[in-house]
């Protein structure tokens, strides 16, 4: 194949440029003299060359926007598309702990997210992002981002549950809190009664919904005088039953 001609000029050495040849290939060149009129030469001899492929070394540019969440018991991470026009894939790096050592977790994830589900509740991970181009030169780490994966107690309540509870001092010296806990929605009532098992105050207190609500009785009768120190009984009254619970008022 003829690839360029040049004109000779004789007792000087001269040189032929030869452009878009094929990289990696090994190729053989020749040449020949043609005089002026047209009268071709011999073949001269023969030299090889291997013509390397250029190696690319570029590393893509870094992860942008990398972000880290925790959502159900999963950790859920999320960056923005690489822009590298040879990019491959991504790669994640993780360590337990927050002092932990970072090593390759995951490879080989093309999309700009990644969900881990291999986590326990209520430890500390740290996460990184890279990308890696077709020559698999990887960019550098994205900055490390630490969650905490919390405990989660999912509790469903039948629908027929109800517990009471005081959560304030008891002994109270005033105003006494109380946490109701229903499974179904219904109207709540609170009475008190004193160690004699006298009614000294009743409020009926709406409806309350499913889940937890908290009440209060303000340490006064009926009549709204402020109750002496003693024993009193609480009684909390729903469509799922009623329940009691004492408490101690100390002036």
Do not use: C
Request: hydrophobic share 35%; charged share 20%; net charge negative.
């Amino acid at each position: 194949v003829s690839l360029s001609e040049a004109p000779a000029e004789p007792g000087i050495t001269q040189s032929v440029p030869v452009s878009s040849l094929p990289q990696g290939q090994n190729l053989v060149f020749a040449m020949v003299v043609v005089d002026s009129s047209g009268n071709v030469s011999e073949l001269s001899n023969r030299a090889s060359v291997l013509l390397e492929v250029p190696v690319d070394t570029t590393p893509p540019v870094e992860v942008a926007n990398f972000q880290v969440e925790v959502t159900g018991g999963k950790v859920g991470l999320g960056w923005s598309a690489s822009p590298a026009p040879d990019f491959d894939h991504y790669r994640v790096y993780r360590s337990r702990g927050d002092r932990g050592v970072l090593v390759l977790y995951r490879t080989g994830i093309t999309v700009p997210s990644f969900e881990d589900s291999q986590v326990m509740p209520g430890r500390d991970y740290l996460y990184t992002v890279t990308a890696v181009d077709l020559n698999g030169n990887e960019s550098v780490r994205t900055a490390t981002h630490h969650v905490h994966v919390p405990i989660v107690l999912d509790i469903v309540r039948p629908v027929d549950f109800f517990n009471t509870s005081v959560t304030s001092p008891n002994p109270s010296v005033g105003p006494v809190s109380l946490e109701v806990e229903l499974g179904s929605e219904s109207p709540i009532t609170l009475e008190v009664y004193d160690v004699q098992g006298r009614r000294i105050a009743r409020k009926a207190l709406g409806s309350a919904q499913v889940g937890v609500t908290n009440l209060r009785w303000n340490g006064e009768d009926a009549a709204g005088r402020r109750v002496g120190r003693g024993i009193y009984w609480i009684r909390v009254i729903s469509n799922l039953g009623d329940q009691t619970r004492k408490t101690l008022i100390v002036r």
